[in-house]
């Protein structure tokens, strides 16, 4: 309701500028019609004052000369007040042009302003800075529930692991090994036993159905 009133108590300026220059180019067509007659009757009143001459009426030739002069006149006037008008109607055009132009210009700013508030060197090297320490917390609470086993576990290991230096070092005769040799390699718990276990069930299910093939031959 009050943005009804709102428009017919403040109409928008777009609209009285358009009714204007309407108003201005029927104002400039009347004009060039009023012109029209003017030259027309000039024309007439100059045919005019030769025929007078013609005839020898030389005061009347006069008159219409008089008459001539003062349609030019009204043409000379009107065609300055249209090109006042048509100079008035393209620096509205124009004005239009350049407003619209400065509003698209506001808006990039604005956009730009937006775009680098957002992107801007010290915004971006937070979020870094807050990444970073987000990773690096992540990694702590990791390795919190990764923990360590020998304390976890409350288990000391240090006297069994001297103990099995010592006996390889006897065992190699008192020096330990560099590289490790074929014969170090760790033994899996799980995955080398599971496709060991795969392979013998495989070869059972081909003898079977060997077999199976020479009984049906």
Partial sequence: MLIGLKKKLFPRKSKEKDDLVSKAKG?????NVMNKNYSRRAEINRKNAKIALKRGEKDRAKNYLIQYKAYQAKVDRSNNIRAKIERQIQAIEEGVLISKTGDIFGGIRDELEYIATKAS???????????????????????ILAGDPEIDLAIDVTEELNQLETEILLDQGGTMPKVPADDLQYIPEYEELEEEEMKSKEKLKDEIDKLRKELQG
């Fill in 121 to 143: 060197p010290a915004k971006v090297a937070e979020i870094a800075e807050d990444s970073e320490a987000y990773v690096a917390e992540i990694e702590e609470a990791a390795d």
């Fill in 27 to 31: 104002h400039i067509h009347r004009l």
